[in-house]
């Protein structure tokens, strides 16, 4: 099932909102707001979400005020403006924040709150009491993909992709690229979820770009989850989903869907068990990481292959946007990154480290001189910054974690593309025979 479409109506659908209607209709704005925000070009300091989140979790839920007209309902209401009111310098020209502020005086409206008055404390929603709906155990078992989709079969074939530094991507199919992609770009696209990155400049003018956003929406499925929409930005990793819950809803198999903080600020794990995936996302320095095992079956379960062009995880970076970090690194060993800086296909920071200290660094994480530890070097001489060590080191951790086969844990040579073919996953054709094939084509009319 493809997610709901919303309409944004503006002040005027909030005027026209019956008494009791104000707080049921607060519940799509955290998805609203993701609508409205997840896919700028660049990524935005507005934390409207973490407002729209913390306003929804102290007004869903077990613990919720009994009803709207209660003062804690109001109280959640003065809560949501000051949260406002604190990101309102970075939030200009932001649609969603705009609507929400135009909401939140609607509602005080229509539930005689006034602005004065005590305020409730952010995530007053927490797990629900054992026998919840939210917590059960006793999911069906189409909430688990070993058990539904395989059931008469061979275990599924799991796949792995990653996205680290400035950006290294490994896709599905184990091609190992580096990538300019700057602004917000697809990682994943199918049937059941999508998952989009923001790259920024890590330095103003540098061509060198880090991810400093992602957004993941896993789609309403069956009787399991309802759509959930996960977002992690610079500085601020939860472990929530933005409408303040950890898990997938308030259907029977919710419990198929599950975030679990892992290190605070640092390290979030989701288990979507219902389409036999794991997702990993990391805050490592400043800029986020992301790995994801998933089965094949659900890797390819698109609808329109053609449309997947740039479905980064399948087919790649495009060819325009691939940068030869390997042929960087080979120019630069034994010269210093600041003499190759007008050459090197990402310019060097203003203070990077010389070519010797970013191996010693490197090797210290990655003693094994494979892709992760060139990677590891070239982001030391293009970035300056330390903590990309970390980055690479974390996502070959992630590997051994979450690739099926430990045999291509390690890789060595980076994949570059001939535009189209190797992009979804073909062999190269030998150039000579290409180029006679072309003219064959071309003088069939002649012939003909």
Not at 49 to 61: D, I, R, V
Not at 386 to 403: G, Q, S
Request: aromatic share 8%; with cysteine; charged share 20%.
């Amino acid at each position: 099932r493809q997610p709901p479409r919303l309409v944004v109506t503006g002040r005027a659908g909030w005027m026209g909102m019956g008494r009791g209607a104000g707080r049921s209709a607060l519940g799509f704005w955290p998805t609203l707001a993701f609508l409205l925000c997840s896919f700028p070009a660049a990524t935005s300091p507005c934390k409207i979400l973490k407002c729209n989140s913390e306003f929804w979790s102290a007004t869903s839920g077990s613990h919720a005020p009994a009803s709207d007209d209660t003062p804690e309902f109001c109280a959640a209401l003065r809560s949501y403006a000051l949260c406002t009111r604190r990101t309102a310098r970075t939030c200009r020209g932001d649609l969603a924040y705009h609507s929400a502020v135009h909401g939140i005086e609607d509602l005080m409206s229509q539930h005689n709150c006034s602005k004065d008055g005590p305020t409730s404390q952010p995530r007053l929603h927490t797990l629900p009491p054992a026998g919840d709906s939210q917590e059960r155990s006793d999911s069906p078992e189409i909430c688990h993909y070993e058990k539904s989709f395989h059931k008469h079969s061979a275990t599924p074939n799991y796949t792995h992709c990653g996205l680290f530094g400035d950006p290294h991507l490994r896709t599905f199919t184990d091609r190992f690229q580096t990538c300019k992609v700057q602004g917000a770009w697809p990682l994943i696209d199918n049937n059941y979820l999508n998952v989009q990155v923001t790259n920024t400049p890590v330095l103003p003018g540098s061509a060198a770009t880090a991810t400093s956003k992602l957004t993941i929406i896993f789609k309403n499925f069956q009787e399991c989850v309802d759509q959930k929409v996960y977002q992690a930005e610079m500085d601020e990793l939860p472990a929530a989903f933005v409408d303040g819950s950890k898990n997938g809803g308030d259907k029977h198999g919710a419990n198929s869907l599950k975030i679990t903080e892992k290190v605070s600020g640092q390290h979030v794990e989701i288990q979507a068990k219902y389409i036999g995936t794991t997702i990993v996302v990391r805050q490592v320095g400043r800029y986020l990481t992301f790995a994801v095992r998933m089965p094949e079956e659900v890797v390819n379960a698109v609808e329109d292959w053609d449309s997947q062009g740039l479905y980064l995880c399948l087919r790649g970076c495009p060819l325009n946007q691939q940068i030869d970090f390997q042929a960087f690194h080979t120019n630069t060993e034994g010269t210093g990154a600041r003499r190759l800086a007008a050459a090197s296909p990402a310019p060097t920071a203003p203070e990077t480290f010389p070519y010797e200290t970013a191996v010693a660094k490197c090797k210290e994480k990655l003693p094994v001189e494979d892709l992760y530890y060139q990677a590891c070097v070239f982001d030391l001489l293009t970035t300056g910054d330390v903590n990309f060590t970390l980055a690479a080191y974390y996502a070959l951790e992630d590997v051994k974690m979450l690739h099926s086969n430990k045999d291509k844990l390690h890789l060595y040579e980076r994949t570059r593309d001939l535009p189209g073919r190797a992009a979804a996953g073909l062999p190269l054709a030998p150039q000579p025979l290409l180029g006679a094939l072309i003219l064959l084509l071309a003088l069939l009319p002649v012939f003909c």
